[in-house]
């Protein structure tokens, strides 16, 4: 199993530019989630999904937009980028519960975005 | 007050020492805990899950005191292998369970 990927690994972007970034997962997971980590701030969340079809903001949603049409698949959209928005974006996902070996985040390599 | 709070550290310990980090929450309802592990510039890992009981997995044994709202990960033998940074992540159920990572613990081990 591939788990979760993600593409791109690096970009580059010019304040201004739009981009997406896509998050594929192979593990049927309902949930699905868009972080990103810069230094001394921890991972944050900026959009979540529980389920095909559905999203919801995370704590810093503004600057991004997010679409999940197919339950393997979670996109995650800059419309005009900022340079405050260069950073280390990580996907996850995971499946929901409380029980043993649930809501364990399987999380892709990472996307490092630099905005210039 | 943060939801999950974190030492950042560094904690720098020689090969072969025991070292222990902890991780409060506010939130009382939280109901599932973990350790995840992240190298530099990779993605976090799961290290292992807190149960109420306490769990160990060689090494590393993990416990939860809900009385005082916090977990703890203790690293026995400590290996250079050891260095990294050790994210606490704390689950609160409802509608949609809340997942919540503190910053970390950075880990340097030592030769």
């Known amino acids: 199993n591939a788990g979760v990927t993600q593409t791109p690994k690096f970009r580059v972007l010019k304040t201004g530019q739009s981009m997406t970034l896509l998050c594929a997962q192979d593990m049927n997971h309902e949930y699905m989630y868009w972080y990103r980590q810069d230094p001394g701030m921890g991972l944050r969340l900026i959009h979540y999904s529980v389920g095909e079809g559905t999203t919801a903001k995370g704590e810093v949603p503004d600057g991004y937009n997010v679409s999940r049409l197919k339950k393997q698949n979670f996109l995650l959209g800059l419309e005009s980028a900022a340079p405050s928005q260069t950073s280390v974006y990580f996907c996850?996902?995971?499946?929901?519960?409380?029980?043993?070996?649930?809501?364990?985040?399987?999380f892709g390599a990472g996307t490092r975005l630099s905005v210039l | 007050r943060k939801e999950v709070e974190q030492d950042p550290g560094p904690f720098n310990v020689p090969e072969g020492a025991t070292v222990a980090f902890n991780c409060t929450y506010s939130?009382?309802?939280?109901?599932?805990f973990f350790w995840y592990r992240q190298d530099c510039r990779k993605e976090p890992k799961l290290l292992m899950s807190?149960?109420?009981s306490g769990n160990e997995d060689g090494r590393f044994t993990a416990q939860l005191n809900r009385a005082s709202q916090y977990i703890s990960l203790l690293i026995r033998d400590s290996k250079l292998s050891d260095s990294a940074t050790y994210l606490c992540?704390?689950?609160?159920?409802?509608?949609?369970?809340?997942?919540?990572f503190g910053t970390g613990t950075k880990l340097q081990v030592i030769p």
């Open positions: 992540v704390v689950i609160v159920s409802g509608g949609y369970q809340k997942v919540t």
């Open positions: 939130n009382s309802a939280s109901q599932s």
């Open positions: 807190v149960y109420s």
């Open positions: 996850a996902s995971s499946y929901p519960g409380l029980a043993t070996g649930k809501n364990i985040q399987y």
